[in-house]
Structure formats: C-alpha cells, structure tokens
C-alpha cells in the first residue's frame, strides 16, 4: 500500500467519529419521534440495551461511567484539535484519566502492539488518555518491509497523533490487517496481498526441500528462493506453479497431497495453452518462471511427459527479447541453459548435438559463482564442470562412431570420485553419471555411476534418478547393435539431471 492510500484510508477513519455541531439547548427541547425514549449515549455506544432509569442509568453506575442519562444524546467537547477536523465536536467518554496512569505513561512510552484480526481479544470500553502538557502522543506501529531483492525486514513507522484518537488508530488496524500490511514510506515497492496459511507452507517447504536441490551451492545464492519466491508472492501464476510442485514433493511422503498436485498441475497446462494464444500474456516472465518451476516438478516425479514443458521453453526463449532484462531474466536464462543443457540430449540425436557442440561457457554458466580464490568451493566447481565436458564428450563420441571409449570413461570415473558424495554440490552430478553408466561396457564403471547416483537419490529424494537406473539395463542390452543416443527418448523418456 502507498504512502497516499494510508493517508486515505486514515482520514476516512477519523470521519466516522465526526458528528455535526449542534446546539444543545435545541437538542434538549426536541422530543423523540413516536414519543419513544431512548436511553443513554454510553450504553448506545457499547451497543447495549439502556435500562433509561434516571437521573443515571444503572448499567453506567455499575461501570462507573458518567451517564448523560435516558433521552436525546448529549455532546461533549471533541477532541479534534488540529488538521481539518480542528473545531469538530463529537461525542466523547468523559476524558479525564486516572493518576496513577497519566504518570505510567509519561514515565515509559509503550508503543502499541498491533492486533490481527483473528487474535483480538473482546473488546472493553476504555478511557481516553491525556497528557497533562504534553504534547501530541507517540505511537509506533510495526510492518514488514519487503524490499526488491526478496528478504524481509522489521520496520517501523512514528505516527504523530493526539492521545485521545487512539480508538481510531486500532480501528484502522483492525481494518487494514484483512487487506494489506501497514507500510513505511520508502520500504514497501509494491503492495503484497496476505498468503494463507496453506500458501505460507508449501512455499516454505518448496524454500527447504525443493531449491537447495537445483543449484550447486544452496548457502551461497539460490535464485529458487531468492527470486522465484518473492515472484510467486506477486504474481498468482507462479504462486500455484510453486504450491503444485512443493505438493509434488510431499507427495512422495504424503499421497493426500497427489489429488491437489494433479489437478494444480492440470490447471496450470491449461492455462498456459490458452495464455499462448496472446503472445502479450505468453512472453512474459510470468510465463517463463512457471514452465522452469513446472520443469523442476518433473524431475521430483520421474514424469515421461517432460517433453513438451521443454519445447515450449525453447520456444520461449527464442523470444525473449521482449522480456525485460533484470535479475529474474538473467536467473531464468541461466536455469534455461541448465535445462536445455541436460534434457535436450535425452529428446534425440539431433537436439543433443546442437546443445553440445554449441560452446559449453554459454551453457555452463549456471555453475559459475562469484566466490572468493580461497573459497573451498571452487576445487568443486571446478571439478563439476569437468565432469560435464567429458559426458558430453562422451555422448558426442557415441553419437559419431560405435567405438569403445573405456580410457574416457575411466578418466570421468576418477575425476567423480575426487568430489565426495556427502559434499554441497555433488548431487548436481546425476546426469554425467548417468550419461556415462549408459555408454559403459566395463561392469566396475557400471557399478560405480550407479551407485553414485543411488547415493544422490537417498539424499535428495527426486524420483528422477531412480526411474532413470531402471532404465539402464534395457539400454545396455542394445548395446553393439545400435547407438543407444539415438534410442534415449524411447528408453528413457524421463528428465534426467
């Protein structure tokens, strides 16, 4: 919300307090309609039924409230005395405070603590408090600013106001908290609507299950809750991509969850195949964001039906220049590197030659991290991103010739095996393992890429792998009568990475 709309919506508050200035001694000669008497102005304003007994009514005595009596409503001076209510008489409780509490709150400020909705306790009559010479009281009221690059701080915003206003300023807490966060001017870029509960969570789940799996380097930055997040709190199309597959995931645990993930999923394709009829609503980064999130579901599930979310990627950024460049884009084209890298081999010969024999820097760069030359990372980094030249070497090798290629195989096997299995960053090796398990011949480096990655299956959990080792021994029946590249899309139509 803007600072404007606060403006607004405050100043709209105060004016259901504002009641017309009216001459009391023509107020007390007026007799109510149908001659009916109508009971006190404290009881009508705690929406209780007046007892009109007289000269004060017995409900007042018992609160202790001075009572203005049965009949027309009385008024008392208001309490506006300044901005563009100065002058306006309203009718009040009677003011004056009680000793021991004017000096408590001139000793210790306590600022306000804001209610939700939902915690409000029942609320009491209170008397106003004033400060004897003070000026206008202070009230602080706490929000959370969400700046652009996502992390979400703790403000907090003085508000200037007279003391006896303070019933107005709950009110419109109160109000507020069902449609929008209290903003600080400066802090707040873009009004955020409230995430339920079940949003809240498969959000947080998708934070710390889902993303550390899609980067090298979880602790260092991760676009996936970095940027993708604080996406999907503004635009509603990223939000369900991100609930489907944060419900994907689980679902591998929970099968109460499968109902809710199919059915988001089948909506999400749906609405993308009409969005595609608009290139305004196609070519967005919208759209981008959720064909990479929905691609993310598919190598949680093993899915076979990875295939066209790929293509349409492609497509996509084929034309991306109408895309405006920020720091989504660029994380989103590297993350399309990274997927165009690693599945369109799996689609076919063809695709997997123009990927791979296109210069790898251009692929790779989602490997790369601005770290330090004494980072204990880069030895790892490093070495993963030679390990994913020699697979596609080894693939590229298979495709142009049936020949034996055991000493490459060997030199991928060592280099693996200097990247401990338990170390950040080594799950990202499941498709060199793969890619190599497929094309070997020799049972010790069939039994090594397989057990690596049945090691990276028990510790990220994505049914990817496990889909894909169970389709090796039919690749390796084929081998020396035909090229198993040229086969992959029939005999393992699963994203494997």
């Given at each position: ?20 200035v ?6 007390s ?62 009718p ?32 009491t ?5 004033k ?12 929000s959370?600013?969400i ?30 908290s069902?449609?929008?966060?209290i903003p ?61 597959v ?20 089948a ?13 305004s ?23 076979s ?9 492609t497509?996509?950024v ?13 994380f ?8 165009e890298?690693?599945g ?6 063809h695709?997997?030659v123009?990927?791979?024999s ?7 760069d ?5 770290l ?30 049936n020949?034996?290629?055991w000493?490459?195989l060997?030199s ?35 039994s090594?890429?397989v ?13 990817n ?12 029946s084929?081998q ?7 086969n ?10």
């Amino acid at each position: 919300m803007f600072p404007s709309q606060f403006s607004l919506l405050f100043s709209n508050n105060l004016q259901q307090y504002h009641h017309p200035v009216c001459d009391l001694s023509v107020v007390s000669q007026m007799s109510p309609p149908g001659g009916k008497i109508r009971g006190c102005f404290q009881c009508s304003k705690r929406r209780i039924i007046c007892d009109n007994t007289e000269p004060t009514c017995k409900k007042c005595r018992k609160k202790g409230i001075e009572c203005s009596g049965p009949g027309r409503i009385r008024f008392s001076t208001g309490v506006a005395q300044r901005g563009r209510l100065k002058g306006s008489i309203i009718p009040v409780v009677d003011p004056s405070p009680e000793p021991t509490l004017e000096s408590n709150i001139q000793a210790t400020p306590v600022p306000r603590k804001i209610r939700w909705k939902n915690d409000r306790p029942a609320r009491t009559t209170r008397k106003n408090v004033k400060r004897a010479g003070a000026g206008p009281s202070t009230r602080q009221a706490t929000s959370i600013s969400i700046p652009r690059n996502g992390n979400a701080t703790v403000c907090t915003e003085t508000f200037h106001l007279q003391q006896k206003d303070s019933d107005g300023i709950d009110e419109y807490v109160d109000r507020l908290s069902d449609n929008a966060l209290i903003p600080v001017a400066g802090s707040i870029h873009k009004w955020l609507a409230p995430l339920n509960p079940q949003t809240r969570m498969l959000m947080s789940h998708f934070s710390e299950q889902v993303a550390p799996v899609m980067v090298l380097l979880d602790h260092i930055s991760n676009g996936y809750r970095d940027i993708l997040l604080p996406l999907a709190c503004e635009d509603e199309l990223v939000q369900r991509a991100v609930g489907v597959v944060a419900s994907q995931h689980l679902a591998l645990h929970s099968p109460s969850y499968q109902s809710f993930a199919d059915q988001g999923r089948a909506t999400l394709i749906s609405r993308l195949c009409r969005d595609s009829t608009s290139p305004s609503r196609v070519f967005t980064t919208s759209t981008w964001a959720t064909l990479i999130v929905l691609l993310v579901g598919e190598t949680i599930t093993g899915s076979s039906e990875y295939a066209h979310l790929l293509r349409t990627l492609t497509y996509l950024v084929q034309n991306a220049d109408q895309i405006a460049s920020s720091s989504a884009r660029q994380f989103l084209s590297q993350q399309t590197h990274m997927f165009e890298f690693l599945g369109q081999p799996l689609l076919g010969e063809h695709q997997g030659v123009t990927v791979l024999s296109f210069p790898l820097e251009h692929y790779l760069d989602w490997t790369c991290y601005n770290l330090p030359p004494d980072s204990e990372h880069n030895h790892m980094l490093h070495l993963s991103r030679v390990a994913f030249i020699k697979a596609s070497q080894i693939y590229l090798g298979r495709v142009a010739s049936n020949d034996d290629q055991w000493q490459l195989l060997q030199s991928l096997m060592e280099l693996v095996s200097q990247i401990d299995p338990n170390q950040m960053g080594s799950h990202a090796l499941v498709w060199v393992c793969f890619i190599a398990a497929a094309d070997s011949t020799d049972p010790e480096h069939r039994s090594f890429f397989v057990n690596r990655m049945n090691l990276i299956f028990a510790k990220v959990k994505f049914h990817n792998i496990p889909a894909g080792v169970q389709t090796l021994p039919a690749i390796w029946s084929q081998q020396g009568s035909s090229r198993w590249t040229k086969n992959l899309s029939q005999l393992a139509p699963i994203l494997i990475m």
